[in-house]
């Protein structure tokens, strides 16, 4: 895969997301708003600046409102056109930009993430590609998406390239770890990676965050795959696969992320982009001012 750039990106979108029940119920996860855009449109965001003009989404029967959310909205651009709202009308044309081509594939069961990546093969075919999770939701404000920084890693060096971050040694339970043995702060060679182990045996505390360039051979590999931990087909046990016969490199990218599948991280995504909202910023410290001296947590 030397030199070649990513033009596709695969956002896996049709996990259950049990933990934001009952809200989850009717909207999905990734439809849940961080100030006026909804997770996903962060997600597309970052993959259209990384150079994706082909986005494939995983989703599921009951996952319609994605669909819709990308899909023209005649009856409304029509309203917004006779209103003569204009900022408005460009906001919601602006969902996916000109040129680019969102394709839906389904996800019949929630397999896991790997099965979900898996059923994405058709609309990627024989190239690299990014999987990026709504969920994970990075902020940085002045340079390059999280994406774009592994896609240009990917390119430079033909290796796939996945996102890293440190957590504390008590959260590696909670996610894929990589042991990277020639890690230099930045970025590293990965030798092995384990999904979720316990802080006990976790080979380092570099956890795998929802972004990834990878080599098309994974979806041979993950083709082959029984299911894993939680019994689900896991998309680390497939990457575990490829390092014998493919390079791939872990990168700690520039930005804050936040996990926006919990609902402390949720929370804290929606402070910081209000936060870094120009129209709201004043407003938001006065309300959290306000808010922490009435439930008397400091003092006014
Ligand atoms: P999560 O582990 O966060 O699972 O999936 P979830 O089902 O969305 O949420 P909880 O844990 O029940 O609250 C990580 C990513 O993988 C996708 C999810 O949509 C999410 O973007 N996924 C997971 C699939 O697309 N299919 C699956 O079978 C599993």
Redesign the pocket.
């Known amino acids: 895969m030397k030199n070649q750039r990513i033009r596709k990106a695969v956002f896996?979108?049709?996990?259950?997301?049990?933990?934001?029940l009952p809200a989850t119920k009717t909207v999905p996860?990734?439809m849940m708003p961080i100030v006026d855009r909804p997770l996903i449109q962060y997600a597309v965001d970052e993959a259209v600046e990384a150079g994706c003009d082909t986005l494939v989404f995983?989703t599921n029967r009951y996952k319609h409102s994605v669909a819709d959310y990308f899909d023209k909205a005649y009856e409304l651009e029509h309203k917004l056109e006779k209103a003569g709202k204009i900022a408005q009308l460009e906001l919601i044309r602006d969902v996916l930009p000109k040129g680019v081509r969102a394709v839906f594939v389904t996800?019949a069961e929630?397999?896991?993430?790997g099965?979900?990546v898996l059923c994405a093969r058709a609309a990627v075919g024989d190239e690299p590609f990014a999987v990026v999770?709504?969920?994970d939701l990075i902020w940085h404000r002045n340079g390059a998406g999280a994406l774009s920084q592994i896609a240009d890693l990917a390119e430079q060096s033909g290796s796939s390239v996945i996102a890293v971050e440190d957590v504390p040694r008590a959260m590696t339970g909670s996610y894929g770890i990589v042991d990277a043995p020639s890690f230099d702060n930045r970025h590293g060679g990965i030798a092995s990676m384990v999904e979720k182990p316990a802080p006990g045996v976790a080979p380092s505390t570099l956890a795998v965050v929802?972004r990834y360039v990878l080599d098309a051979r994974i979806f041979d590999l993950l083709e082959g795959l029984a299911p894993g931990k939680d019994s689900?087909i896991q998309l680390t046990d497939a990457i575990s696969q490829l390092l014998p016969i493919h390079p791939v490199l872990a990168y700690r990218f520039q930005g804050t992320r936040f996990d926006c599948?919990t609902h402390l991280g949720l929370i804290e995504a929606t402070i910081r982009f209000a936060l870094d909202h120009e129209a709201l910023s004043a407003a938001t410290v006065v309300a959290m001012q306000q808010a922490l001296a009435e439930m008397g947590v400091v003092e006014h």
Do not use: C, I, N, S
């Open positions: 896996p979108v049709a996990g259950l997301g049990t933990r934001f996860k990734e995983v996800q929630a397999l896991g993430l099965h979900a999770l709504p969920d929802g689900e599948g």
